[in-house]
């Protein structure tokens, strides 16, 4: 599994961006800027709109990606039906055939689907946080944010740091 300080792939993958529309996306459009990459296993499922809908609260921190195996035509579809989907912020990525899962170790081979996995990543490209929980175990948004405003604040920042905070013994 990519971990902390590793660059993370190159990718170019087509997904549904907030206006519904779908789009090309790909890691030299998150160059420059703090992103958050998410994995999660399926679309159509009861946990993953959970936690998609939640990962909005990052987006005046980081550019925002969530992704799963699922074509764009599934993503665009489940975005329209699903009430808590339809106005999302951020785009969902398609990874197709799981490369991108796969090169970032974080495929659960036996399901067939990536594991819930993020990352964050500084504005060069390199991993600085990575986190995955258990299929049945929704993620954070507010502690991802926590991390990620963290991060961005450099230097030591404990436990409870919260913005603002110089120093958490």
Same mark, same amino acid.
């Given at each position: ?36 990459? +998410? ?59 799981? +490369? ?70």
């Amino acid at each position: 599994m990519l971990s902390v300080n590793d660059m993370f792939p190159a990718f170019r993958l087509e997904g549904v961006n907030a206006e519904n529309q779908i789009c090309t996306v790909t890691q030299e459009q998150l160059m420059g800027s703090w992103s958050v990459i +998410y994995f999660y296993p399926k679309d159509f499922t009861f946990i993953c709109p959970t936690e998609i809908a939640q990962m909005d609260k990052l987006i005046d921190e980081a550019i925002v990606l969530g992704i799963s195996g699922d074509n764009e035509y599934s993503k665009l579809n489940w975005k329209k039906f699903n009430d808590t989907l339809t106005n999302i912020k951020h785009t969902l990525g398609a990874d197709s055939g799981l +490369y991108l899962a796969s090169e970032c170790g974080i495929l659960n081979v036996d399901e067939g689907v990536a594991n819930r996995a993020t990352f964050i990543v500084n504005p060069e490209g390199e991993i600085q946080h990575v986190s995955v929980t258990a299929m049945d175990t929704g993620r954070s948004a507010d502690e991802i944010l926590r991390t990620l405003q963290a991060l961005k604040a450099g230097g030591l920042t404990g436990c409870g740091w919260e913005p603002g905070d110089q120093y958490v013994a």
